[in-house]
């Protein structure tokens, strides 16, 4: 789903005519540290899904935002609001209980499939065989989704996960590096220097073998809201900013 985040990125311009749907893009981990603005990209990933005229967005979180990330223009008009539905599993076990009925839901299948806090379920069973179940499984729902939105279209998945420090856990470590395999299209989020008050991140997007890497640097004003800036080309290292099993950002 790198189309989508670079939508998000671009504000709103697509990277051309004809590009990716859905159900040719891989699934997408979006990764970064605490605090590096993981939900805000998610939630305006919701938002720029929402409005492209297809399904509703599936937004699952262990809890409700606290607030609605600010951005210009149209992207929080109400239509859009009313086509993402919140879950919020409270637990690991009712996460997958959660995925495993999905084939049992009623109504219009999603076009986009989003989880808030990987790490957060995580927790509850760290070992690998756990998170390559859960990987799976989400998977999976996506691939369900897809069959019934329809050919052509499809469901995309992205998901969120907090990186740790470098030198951190060792498990941490291969537990990313799993997931890494099931997620080839990553988005790393890391600190940039900021002004006064601002929060400032570079975003880097590998869209999974579909295209080069791309930076931006986002910005969050002291009242919330989100402006975006692409970074040139040429300062783009290509030999950097890959994630590395090593669990460390990039």
Not at 10 to 20: H, M, Q, R, V
Not at 63 to 86: D, M, V, Y
Request: hydrophobic share 35%.
């Amino acid at each position: 789903m790198a189309e989508t985040l670079r939508r998000v990125l671009n504000l709103g311009i697509a990277a051309g005519p004809g590009k990716n749907t859905a159900e040719a893009e891989p699934p997408l981990l979006l990764l970064g540290g605490p605090g590096s603005g993981k939900t805000a990209l998610l939630f305006a990933a919701a938002l720029e899904a929402a409005g492209e005229g297809r399904g509703p967005v599936l937004f699952l979180t262990r809890r409700p935002l606290q607030s609605l990330p600010r951005r210009t223009g149209p992207a929080l008009e109400p239509l859009r609001l009313q086509k993402i539905r919140f879950q919020y599993p409270s637990s690991t076990r009712e996460l997958l209980r959660f995925l495993c009925s999905a084939h049992e839901a009623r109504g219009p299948a999603p076009s986009l499939l989003l989880l808030d806090g990987l790490e957060e379920y995580l927790v509850e069973d760290p070992g690998s065989q756990e998170a390559a179940y859960l990987a799976a499984l989400l998977l999976d729902t996506a691939v369900h989704f897809s069959h019934r939105v329809g050919p052509g279209r499809g469901c995309g998945l992205i998901v969120a996960l907090q990186t740790q420090e470098e030198g951190g856990d060792s498990g941490n470590a291969l537990q990313l590096a799993l997931l890494q395999r099931y997620f080839p299209a990553q988005c790393w989020l890391q600190p940039d220097a900021a002004g006064p008050g601002q929060c400032c991140l570079r975003a880097s997007l590998e869209p999974g073998g579909l295209g080069p890497r791309e930076e931006w640097w986002v910005i969050f004003q002291p009242d919330g809201e989100m402006t975006v800036t692409r970074r040139p080309t040429q300062a783009v290292d290509t030999s950097s900013h890959k994630g590395s099993s090593s669990g460390g950002q990039p």
